[in-house]
């Protein structure tokens, strides 16, 4: 693309009303770390910082060194004592089509019971919870009781399977799980807690570092129950006293680990901190959807196991004040209608969602949002992938009523907030374009050797880095410093860059495209799934000798899954019962986002002479092309024998 493409500016009527005006880009770089102090008293503090940055251990950062706060006190309590406890924080939607409205009062005195039991089970600052819940506010609930303790929360979602839990369980040493006795799935109820006690009692009775496990009642299914370890909290929360003094942590208090994957098998458990994060997720929240608190029905579709919920439905939107909607369903459930019900029932003005999602809906057809009023819609977001040119425009026209900005908000569960993005009021948005880093955020795209990519040079496509600590950032892998350092610094270690893992370019005017990772992760429907992690779960079963796994573009998910896999000896079928077992395998030992699209089973795989599996010609298999460079092949027949196998 050489020419400039289209570009959609704010109605004069928007850009007049927003938020932040077009000098905060100028104010934000003369004095960053103003700025971010600026951003920083939006919060309340029990004691001021004395430093807004202290970057003298890079990579790990501290960021409002000496402040002390309540994360919980600011989400919840601060709002009921400036007179908004009546202010509704929450409208919750079922997904069998029950419904509950929470203020912020009723938020206090929940997570008041909370915070008081969880005292009460010995749990102290800096313990470990992990929460294996569904989108119902309990989890909501939890989180904030344990952002309150100064507990540090690890979500795991409620799709994993008892393996990838018991991972996280060890990895984190949790001394408490907060759970469900199940969860709905499209009219269904489906065992949750049962997933608990295999990932405690199904690994050769390895003891864990569990105590307890306690128990929210939402679908009403029996459960097996462990006496003195098991706990209902209908029983125990519930009936606990709500008044609970909070007391203030210091910035860099643990708040949450949350475990994404890399590009080996095992997750990395991403540590996020308290001032910092909350100011960064409550900034972007009130400057990149324009959220204005008394107006605004907000909405963000995440699933609150992923980040884009800590930061986009939990810490960010709750700092704000925001009235939101949760829903704890799936998009078609009783029909494809549900979403846009949704808005016109509770007059939804920002709706946040997933590019995977905009498809689908293209899919269905606008015949289904078009039989609906969704006026109240003012602005649109989109997380989790680049968003395809058609599927903006789509959005922005039939979910937008043609006038609504699109935020395309590019991020990772390792920035913890928002970095680059259009400002609604501000910015001439692309379709398909992140566009600009926010205001108090350095971003570059730079080359192999770290030369920056000039504008326009869109053939030179480079690598995305942050060449600026941000306040939200990760301080580590949880267990891993040193993995933290080799994964995101030692890319560019000379220039002391974070390298992102995501390829990216500047149009002719600077602006600033994503273009996927560079790296063996792949993005299925917006979720991070890494290649080593799937082909590890292939090769786990007997009947595989050998697995390589690439994503490969996909019209609805982005990426889709194609594994390739070579037969063991022992493999007691070798046709499609075979490949229907390793997609269930797959399913199982991860969850049924990682189930491959396609496996293929071949003689052979492509490597180079050091061994290594070629996988950018695997994946031009996968997508049909003609082959790249196989000059460095040992032996460039095996794509004869692969396409062989794969026309069987
Ligand atoms: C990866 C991070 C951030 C919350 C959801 C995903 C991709 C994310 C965009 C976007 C292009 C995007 C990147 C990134 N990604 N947002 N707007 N445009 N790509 O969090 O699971 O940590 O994944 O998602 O590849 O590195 P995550």
């Excluded at 210091?250 to 080996?264: A, K, M, N, Q, V």
């Excluded at 869109?458 to 306040?471: F, I, K, M, S």
């Excluded at 991070?528 to 050998?546: C, D, K, P, W, Y």
């Excluded at 071949?602 to 180079?608: A, N």
Aim: glycine share 10%; proline share 6%; net charge negative.
């Amino acid at each position: 693309m050489t020419e400039t493409p289209d570009a959609y500016p704010p109605s004069p009527e928007f850009a007049a009303a927003a938020n932040v005006d077009a000098g905060v880009y100028e104010r934000a770089a003369q004095d960053r770390e103003g700025f971010w102090a600026e951003q920083a008293d939006h919060l309340h503090w029990r004691r001021r910082w004395n430093q807004v940055l202290d970057w003298s251990e890079a990579p790990v950062a501290k960021w409002f060194v000496g402040g002390r706060l309540n994360v919980a006190y600011n989400c919840v309590d601060r709002h009921v004592l400036e007179g908004r406890g009546d202010k509704v924080a929450l409208h919750w939607e079922g997904e069998p089509g029950d419904s509950r409205t929470i203020t912020y009062a009723d938020l206090l005195t929940e997570v008041g019971r909370a915070a008081n039991y969880l005292t009460s089970l010995g749990l102290t600052a800096g313990d470990r919870v992990a929460i294996y819940m569904p989108m119902i506010p309990e989890t909501i609930v939890a989180m904030l009781a344990c952002a309150r303790l100064g507990l540090t929360h690890s979500l795991v979602f409620a799709g994993f399977s008892p393996t990838a839990l018991r991972q996280r369980i060890d990895d984190a040493e949790a001394r408490l799980v907060i759970t469900t006795d199940g969860q709905w799935r499209r009219g269904n109820p489906a065992p949750l807690k049962e997933a608990v006690d295999e990932a405690l009692f199904a690994h050769g009775d390895v003891p864990s570092s569990v105590e307890h496990v306690l128990v929210v009642r939402r679908v009403g299914i029996e459960v097996a129950w462990t006496e003195g370890r098991d706990l209902w909290w209908h029983e125990t929360v519930a009936q606990t006293e709500p008044a609970h003094e909070a007391e203030a942590f210091d910035s860099e208090h643990p708040l949450f680990i949350l475990y994404t994957s890399g590009t080996t098998g095992k997750p990395k458990g991403i540590l996020h901190t308290s001032g910092g994060y909350l100011t960064q997720t409550a900034y972007t929240h009130r400057v990149v959807f324009d959220h204005k608190p008394e107006t605004d029905i907000y909405w963000c579709t995440a699933d609150v196991g992923w980040v884009t919920g800590h930061s986009y439905i939990v810490y960010g939107p709750l700092a704000n004040g925001a009235t939101q909607v949760l829903y704890e369903g799936t998009p078609n459930f009783p029909d494809e209608h549900r979403h846009w019900q949704i808005i016109e029932k509770y007059g939804v003005t920002i709706y946040y969602t997933a590019p995977t999602l905009v498809r689908t809906f293209m899919k269905w057809g606008r015949q289904i949002p078009d039989a609906h009023d969704l006026s109240s819609i003012r602005v649109l977001g989109s997380v989790g992938e680049p968003i395809n040119p058609e599927a903006w425009r789509w959005y922005r026209d039939v979910i937008g009523g043609g006038t609504a900005p699109i935020v395309d908000t590019w991020w990772q569960t390792e920035t913890g907030a928002i970095m680059i993005s259009p400002l609604p009021g501000i910015t001439a948005t692309k379709p398909g374009a992140a566009m600009t880093p926010l205001p108090g955020i350095s971003a570059t795209v730079v080359d192999e050797e770290g030369n920056t990519v000039r504008r326009g040079e869109t053939e030179a496509n480079g690598y995305l880095v942050l060449d600026e600590p941000w306040p939200a950032m990760l301080r580590g892998i949880w267990g891993d410093m040193e993995r933290y350092r080799a994964t995101y610094w030692e890319r560019f270690a000379a220039q002391g860059w974070y390298f992102a893992g995501d390829g990216a370019k500047l149009d002719v005017n600077g602006d600033l495209w994503v273009l996927g990772r560079v790296d063996d992760v792949m993005n299925v429907s917006g979720h991070r799934i890494s290649t080593a992690e799937v082909e590890s779960a292939l090769v786990g079963h007997s009947g595989v000798a050998e697995a390589a796994v690439v994503g490969a573009t996909d019209e609805t998910t982005g990426q889709g899954i194609v594994a390739f896999v070579i037969l063991s000896a022992d493999a007691t079928d070798t046709g499609a019962a075979m490949v229907k077992e390793l997609e269930a395998e797959v399913a199982r030992e991860i969850s049924p986002i990682a189930r491959p699209r396609e496996i293929h089973v071949v003689p052979e795989l492509p490597k180079t002479r050091s061994g290594k599996i070629m996988r950018r010609l695997l994946r031009d298999v996968a997508e049909g092309r003609e082959l790249g460079d196989t000059s460095t092949l040992v032996d460039p027949q095996v794509f004869e024998n692969i396409r062989t196998g794969r026309s069987e």
